[in-house]
């Protein structure tokens, strides 16, 4: 089995056509080969959004004609929400002072007191 990304992709058409995923070919043509039209392709995005909780680019679909194709709109997101997530994190961390951080400060004005008292 390949991963994450990949199987989402074959399971949405698989799910759709009514085959088994891994009956589903990265290599295979979704008009020509699958029989599938845009309003299906259409509707596999949104089954695929709906999966990855996600809204990924129609105007991406325009050059879609195979299934690997399809799996490269994904990898994409995947990049761009990884990307995302982090640059969230990074600055929820700026925000929230570290433990350390604030040990050390703490230390620093015992100093401070200490030497005051002094």
């Known amino acids: 089995m390949g991963n994450l990304r990949e199987d989402i992709v074959r399971v949405a058409i698989g799910s759709y056509l009514g085959v088994p995923p891994h009956a589903i070919d990265a290599s295979a043509r ?19 959004e709906e999966m990855a909780e996600a809204e990924l680019a129609s105007v991406q679909l325009e050059r879609v004609v195979t299934v690997a194709d399809l799996q490269e709109i994904v990898r ?38 200490q030497r005051r008292a002094s």
């Open 30 to 48: 979704l008009e020509q080969d699958l029989g599938l039209d845009a309003s299906d392709i259409v509707l596999i995005m949104l089954r695929l």
């Open 76 to 113: 994409a997101w995947a990049r761009e929400r990884l990307v995302d997530d982090t640059d969230e994190l990074a600055d929820a961390q700026r925000e929230r002072p570290s433990r350390h951080a604030s040990g050390i400060q703490r230390i620093a004005q015992l100093g401070r007191r």
